[in-house]
């Protein structure tokens, strides 16, 4: 970890807490809003992938949409799949919420010390440019950030090396001296394919992908970032 010069978040799942929208989803559909939830997330990545993978061209791909309005057609497609009332009011209330998602707890006290070590810190992201700095701001975890980068640079979603690529052209350091530094497995084993080293943060408490290289570091939460800095 001498190495080390440079820290690159992931934001959804990461820094803030895309299962927080629950709450909000569990009083417009009573009984229903995990369900909504976890599915709403998992169709969202699922369509990034697609569009990514459809054409995977190094000047992106001519199916991308922009993360927002793939957030919207997963939602869309959820509320039908689980027969829900689709009314675009409702709609449009769910997705202001997941513009203001809630960070998680630690989070804040966290990059507050990291960012006295004197590193540039950034955050990237699936999340096109707005919504990425609509949530950061209102989970106040921007001033702690260098950087906002938004994969809408590329036009191809994680885990497409070009996006990733887009931290060392950012920060202007080469790959193997960067921490990247997400909960998501799947975005863990990309960017240790891509040649970053890795901090796997495990909220979930799940097994590691039984393919691609171990996180360089594990941790419960953000803390463990501060182990190694």
């Not at 052209?169 to 998501?184: H, W």
Request: charged letters at 15%.
């Amino acid at each position: 970890m001498n190495t080390i010069q440079g820290l690159v978040f992931d934001a959804y799942g990461t820094l803030l807490d895309v299962y927080s929208i629950g709450r909000l989803a569990e009083q417009l559909y009573p009984g229903s809003g995990a369900a909504l939830g976890n599915l709403w997330r998992d169709k969202q990545i699922e369509y990034s992938r697609l569009v990514s993978l459809s054409d995977p061209q190094p000047q992106g791909s001519r199916h991308y949409a922009s993360f927002w309005a793939l957030t919207e057609a997963a939602l869309r497609y959820s509320l039908e799949r689980l027969q829900l009332d689709g009314r675009d009011t409702l709609v449009q209330q769910l997705m202001n919420q997941y513009a203001r998602l809630d960070a998680f707890p630690e989070c804040q006290a966290v990059l507050r010390t990291l960012s006295k070590a004197d590193l540039p810190m950034a955050v990237l992201s699936n999340g096109s440019p707005d919504m990425l700095q609509s949530a950061l701001d209102h989970a106040g975890l921007s001033p702690h950030m260098h950087h906002l980068i938004s994969v809408d640079g590329v036009r191809q979603f994680k885990t497409h090396p070009a996006a990733y690529a887009l931290a060392c052209s950012t920060l202007n350091l080469p790959k193997e001296n960067l921490l990247f530094v997400s909960s998501n497995g799947w975005d863990v084993m990309g960017a240790g394919w891509f040649g970053f080293s890795t901090c796997w943060i495990n909220r979930a408490g799940l097994p590691f992908e039984t393919i691609g290289p171990r996180p360089t570091l594990m941790g419960q939460d953000l803390s463990v970032v501060l182990s190694a800095i």
